[in-house]
């Protein structure tokens, strides 16, 4: 089955640019999803085919995707932005549908 | 406004079963893709089953053969019936929406904790 990649944690200090990768085998051609999640909490998703936001999540957020690597931006990060974060596939190779998280990237902002 | 609440998890036995409910408002479960999505203490995401529209269900290899999604049409409802549970199985139980069968979970409920221990 299709497999996603995450570092996992990044590290960021208040008001620079975060960046978190999410690694497969020719990611570009799928569309990424991105979930923000905070302890305790249920995941928000933050960025939906690979770049647009749902409404309600700040435009400091972003998304691309390319060859074999997605990424999430987030601008200007915020003591609020310290969470994990999730990407997410749709697999359809295997013989049932299969909806694919990578394992997870904690942010933490310095 | 969209709202999905879990609830009966709880402590069972290994081999034992539980059923877990998802109330809906907001909108209808019937017309939509509806998943569960299960994260294990301290670990990540791992979809376990879908029931799709018109009905016809899904599930992850790992939980194949035990475990069953359905929904209750009129209490707008949906369930996970889990059999034969293993420690493995422990973790935050989800019910999540699919907006569109091949993109992403738009709406989660809080989670219920399945513990699965003797």
């Known amino acids: 089955s299709y497999v996603l990649t995450q570092p996992p944690s990044v590290s960021v200090a208040p008001g620079k640019t975060a960046r978190i990768t999410c690694g497969g085998n020719?990611?570009?051609?799928?569309?990424v999803h991105w979930y923000q999640q905070k302890p305790g909490q249920a995941p928000v998703l933050v960025i939906y085919?690979?770049?647009d936001r749902p409404s309600g999540i700040p435009e400091r957020f972003s998304g691309s995707n390319s060859g074999n690597t997605a990424t999430l931006t987030i601008s200007r990060v915020e003591a609020g932005d310290e969470a994990d974060y999730y990407c997410?596939?749709?697999?359809?190779?295997?013989?049932?549908?299969?909806?694919?998280f990578g394992g997870g990237t904690k942010l933490t902002v310095l | 406004e969209v709202q999905l609440v879990e609830s009966g998890g709880g402590l069972v036995q290994p081999g034992g079963s539980l059923r877990l409910s998802c109330a809906a408002s907001?909108?209808?479960?019937?017309?939509?893709?509806m998943s569960w999505v299960r994260q294990a203490p301290g670990k990540g995401l791992e979809w376990v089953s879908v029931?799709?529209?018109?009905?016809?269900?899904y599930y992850a290899d790992s939980v194949k053969g035990r475990f069953t999604i359905s929904r209750d049409n009129s209490k707008n409802t949906l369930y996970l019936q889990m059999n034969s549970l293993r420690a493995e199985d422990t973790a935050v139980y989800y019910c999540?929406?699919?907006?569109?069968?091949?993109?992403?979970?738009?709406?989660w409920g809080q989670g219920t904790l399945v513990t699965v221990s003797s």
């Open positions: 999540a929406r699919n907006l569109i069968l091949t993109g992403y979970f738009d709406y």
């Open positions: 907001g909108f209808t479960v019937s017309s939509n893709y």
């Open positions: 029931i799709y529209s018109g009905g016809s269900t």
């Open positions: 020719n990611i570009g051609s799928k569309s």
């Open positions: 085919y690979d770049s």
């Open positions: 997410q596939v749709w697999d359809s190779s295997s013989d049932h549908p299969n909806w694919v």
